[in-house]
């Protein structure tokens, strides 16, 4: 009741320089704990990104600050921009990312591994759906084949010559992970028994908040991202050709897998989390040739020291809008040399005179992957 109800304000900026070719690609993973991959450990797993199977280039930002630690907030604010001073007002009044995209002549597409039968998810609604060309789905396939059945998709997307938006909101590695990869990628042991779930998400692992549990749960884990993040880039390498299309990928939030060997149950989501939830991958696939030698630059330079609230503008610009536009209301890019706060959100639904609360997040005390669960 307190709150401000009027229609989202229309796309008043316009694009002012002449757009590279290529599509515009958001993927959002899920639950992607940025230090488990092998991009930014040297105990980390497999992601298909440190030796890919492609001629596009790869720019590693390291890790980076989520949004968030939980979900919905992390997703609506990478569909709706916003800095950490005004995101309040931007997810609640400003223009979403398929508004921008279509202003600046994109066709805009949605790939959702993680709802089926056009459900809406983290806050989306029938304003938002408006914007949004294709829409896609994948009721008949089961939740193990649907990282892979995206994969598919979106390198026919990038393959057919079309200027397209297109994010995606992948299945990734949120619990239960007993289940989320095949027998062939069971490789790190011991692992979570097996349950034949067929489920994105669901309080189904039976954590009982043991260090004994967690080594299991952080098995599984790793076999899921074997499965769900390398097994996926190796098939959309497989496939598409990316081209001059700008292909950002992150997740919403990251996670913690008490490895300083506390009691607990919960992953991410909680309210007063561990700095893990906040941290996850963030790379860049691609981008326009002429570009290339800018984004080496501020891939090293920005290595580590980046958050999730550069995504959007870092979108706005690759669709063509310029720099002084988005950075007077979204902020920074990802090529911006300004120092990022590295913190990330732990009251992102501040409502009725609260506050936001920002955690920073110590780089030397993030939680690496430990070895000494696997058996050799
Ligand atoms: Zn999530």
Known sequence: ????????????????????????VLIVDESIAG????INSETGV????????????????GLAAA????????????RYGGTRDNYRNTIRSKPAIWTFAKAAQFETIYIDAQRTGGAYQNLMDDTER??????????????LRRDHAVAEQLAEYLNDGRQQFILVNKVGAHFP?????????????????????????????????RQSNWVLYRNSYRNTLLWNVGGFFDRLFAKAHIGEATVIYTSD???????????????????NPQIEEGVVPLVLIGGPKLQQARWSKAAQRNHDKLSNYRVFPTLLYAMGYSKADIEREYG?????????????????????????????????????????????
């Open 1 to 24: 009741m307190t709150e401000d109800h009027r229609p989202r304000e229309p796309v008043t900026l316009k694009p002012d320089r002449k757009k590279s070719a290529g599509d515009v």
């Open 35 to 38: 230090a488990y991959l092998d």
């Open 46 to 61: 497999y992601s298909g990104l440190a030796n890919p199977a492609t001629e596009a280039p790869i720019h590693n930002f």
């Open 67 to 78: 949004i968030t630690n939980c979900s919905v907030g992390a997703n609506l604010l990478l």
């Open 130 to 143: 408006a914007w949004i060309d294709q829409w896609d789905q994948f009721d008949n396939v089961a939740v």
């Open 177 to 209: 992970v007993s289940d989320k990869f095949p027998k062939s990628h069971a490789r790190y042991y011991p692992m979570l028994k097996r349950k034949n779930l067929d489920v994105t998400e669901a309080p189904a692992d039976e954590l009982d908040g």
């Open 253 to 271: 939030h990251g996670q913690t897998f008490h490895e300083r060997g506390e009691y607990g149950e919960a992953t991410h989501c909680t309210p």
């Open 332 to 376: 920074f890019d990802l090529f911006s040399a300004e120092p990022d706060p590295f913190t990330f959100n732990v009251n992102f639904n501040a409502r009725l005179g609260s506050n936001p609360i920002w955690k920073h997040i110590p780089l030397e005390k993030i939680a690496h992957p430990p070895s000494s669960d696997i058996l050799k």
